[in-house]
């Protein structure tokens, strides 16, 4: 079963229609239509409906549904104990290589000695991926430029 189908009968056995539980929550009908049909939504969401349908966030149901909805949306099978342990050591290397980039910043940070803004900036720079293609963009430009001078054509 997926978050879908689970989500589906637990609405239904609560007697709730869409536009019922939409009505409930606040929110348009087509959110929760969406829930039920696999389209992308921010877990929050459901946890909202979950919640306005009488189910807390450390009932059977809601972690049930929490644990298919990340099933669903990293590809994993974490109910397989094998597949969990694959999540998990994923989980370790991302966090030992996460360990890495915070130590090679603070020791760039330090060895520059960047000021705030300049902090500022690289923190936004990591956060929107669209800048640093912008900023390797501009590096591989000036490279260029630099052989171009360098090594005149012949």
């Not at 039920?36 to 459901?46: A, D, Q």
């Not at 974490?78 to 290589?97: C, D, M, P």
């Not at 910043?105 to 520059?112: A, C, D, G, Q």
Request: charged share 25%; with cysteine.
């Amino acid at each position: 079963m997926n978050y879908t189908q689970l989500f589906r009968n637990l609405r239904e056995s609560k007697g709730l229609t869409h536009d019922g539980l939409a009505k409930l929550v606040g929110c348009h009908r087509n959110t929760v239509i969406n829930v039920e049909s696999g389209r992308p939504v921010k877990f929050k969401t459901i946890a909202e409906l979950m919640a306005k349908m009488g189910y807390d966030s450390n009932s059977p149901e809601t972690k049930s549904i929490a644990l298919l909805w990340l099933e669903s949306i990293s590809g994993i099978n974490l109910t397989q104990e094998q597949s969990s342990h694959e999540a998990h050591e994923r989980i370790a290397q991302y966090r030992a290589t996460e360990k890495e980039a915070v130590q090679l910043l603070s020791e760039l940070v330090m060895r520059e000695h960047l000021t705030v803004n300049q902090i500022r900036t690289l923190y936004y720079a990591a956060e929107q991926p669209e800048v640093i293609a912008i900023l390797e963009s501009i590096r591989k430009l000036k490279v260029e430029e630099k052989n171009a001078v360098n090594n005149p054509a012949e």
